[in-house]
């Protein structure tokens, strides 16, 4: 099993990333998706979940409006649109994948930092 994240970096406040995890070695449809992030000295924290059919998504109050998740179950691959960031954004990225019970996978995270 992998969960693989890309597309973290520095970026300007007001810009965007779009970050990807590819996942492999599961049945990739049919697991919850969501993204989670930890700031330095922090715990970690949902920024935005989607259901395994794309159908339903959810997000934390703080990125409500600027980030979208999506998911492509063709390509194995969950998205994090993030618009408008501001420093506060700064963090390790994560994409867990999820099939309740008892079945989750984390990937390892990758850095995005926001900065002037």
């Known amino acids: 099993v992998q969960l693989v994240e890309s597309g973290g970096g520095l970026v300007q406040p007001g810009g965007s990333l779009r970050l990807s995890c590819v996942a492999s070695g599961f049945t990739f449809s049919s697991y919850y998706m969501s993204w989670y992030r930890q700031a330095p000295g922090k715990e970690r924290e949902l920024v935005a979940a989607?259901?395994?059919?794309?159908?339903?998504?959810n997000y934390a109050d703080s990125v409500k409006g600027r980030f979208t998740i999506s998911r492509d179950n063709v390509k194995n691959t969950v998205y994090l649109q993030m618009n408008s960031l501001n420093p506060e954004d700064t963090a390790v990225y994560y994409c867990?994948?999820?099939?309740?019970?008892?079945?989750?996978?984390w990937g390892q995270g990758t850095q995005v930092t926001v900065s002037s």
């Open positions: 867990k994948a999820e099939r309740p019970p008892n079945r989750r996978y």
């Open positions: 989607i259901t395994s059919d794309g159908g339903i998504t």
